[in-house]
């Protein structure tokens, strides 16, 4: 089981970013809007395999179909997510983590805030 959700991983980064190369060079103007984010009321996690605008939002956008989630910044200079999630719900990390890995991106973990 865990070798074909591996397997699956990889299938969907080599096919996750059509358009990589073209957004490649607004990669650090889309992200300066994201940090204006609230880190106080957002959960930062670590994903691999971000490279352009195009990962963030399909990683996003997978989150947000989430019940528990209200959320999702990106945070390109720390390269961390931030979840903001719905009152009175709490996070539960195995479900975002199959959620990311599902979109096609690895899930590192949670990030401790310094
Ligand atoms: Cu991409």
Redesign the pocket.
Known sequence: MRSLILTLTFVGISF??P??GK?KAHQHETSASAVAVSQANGIPISVD????????E?VKNALLKLDEVKDVSYDAKKDLFYIVLKDGYKLDEQKIKDTIEKAGYHYKGIKQMN
């Open positions: 996750a970013c358009g990589e957004e395999g971000i490279s352009c605008s195009h990962c963030v399909e």
